[in-house]
């Protein structure tokens, strides 16, 4: 039975994210928590690990229950910061742009967060999928392509890629729980999942193997008129307003819903 095997969000963009047990919808159709801080900067710009390399450097933990942000520096510099409120939140950009050396603020969007499309919705994978993707490089592990990608709800029990049916022309949709899902968009990759996420060091000749082996493995059921190049993984789905009122947990049963 597919299921969802699952749920990771990112309280603070670019930092390390978190599993939780259940997410509720927000009412931009993305989930609980997901990229609800972010560190703007001077002109209003969000930074994420594209920005900056160091970030990678830095170890973060958030408990949803406290709004508390545990953050550690390469140094040993540990910090805490309850993010619920304002003045925590300027204390703790003025610690990050210290450790950037740029000048940052930590602002809060609780009703979309400050995800790449606001438009949309979860990014969606399979633990398959990772489980392939890991096998292409040596000393990769699966937990490793997890971190990399940044998936925000990983279904397990069906085959490899088989988030890439629910994009294109005629796709269906999937529901976990009682939530519809429809997917949107196949999502193009950047430079951070070449970068081993602890160190920021990147996997040598990462994007060549990874499009050549995209191409190799590339679903028969998938539509190719959806996906402008083969530098892409995982799918962008949007939950439909009449869903965003609930909630998925991990276990919840996911199946495949034509339109």
Known sequence: MARLER????????????????????EGGTLAYDREFGLVDEDGEVSNGKDFETIHDLRADFDPGTGELHVEAPDGDRRRFALDEADERSR????FS???????????????GFVDR??????????ETLETVAGWFDDLTVEGAR??????????????????????DDAPTFTVGDLRFEGVTPCARCVVP????D????????RTRFVEKRRE???????PDAFDHHYTLMIIARIPEGSRDGSISVGDEVRVVDR
């Open 147 to 168: 971190r990399r990608l940044r998936a925000n709800v990983e279904v397990s029990g069906v085959e490899p890629f088989w988030e890439d049916r629910f994009v294109g």
């Open 194 to 197: 070449s970068r081993d996420p």
């Open 7 to 26: 749920i990771r969000v990112f309280p603070v963009k670019g930092l390390d994210g978190i599993n939780v047990e259940t997410s509720a919808i927000r």
């Open 98 to 112: 210290s450790v950037f050396d740029a000048a940052l603020t930590l602002e809060r969007n609780s009703s979309v």
């Open 199 to 206: 160190t920021g060091e990147p996997l040598p000749e990462f």
């Open 217 to 223: 493995t590339f679903p028969e059921w998938a539509d």
């Open 118 to 127: 606001p438009d949309m919705g979860p990014s969606v994978i399979s633990t």
């Open 92 to 95: 703790a950009g003025e610690w």
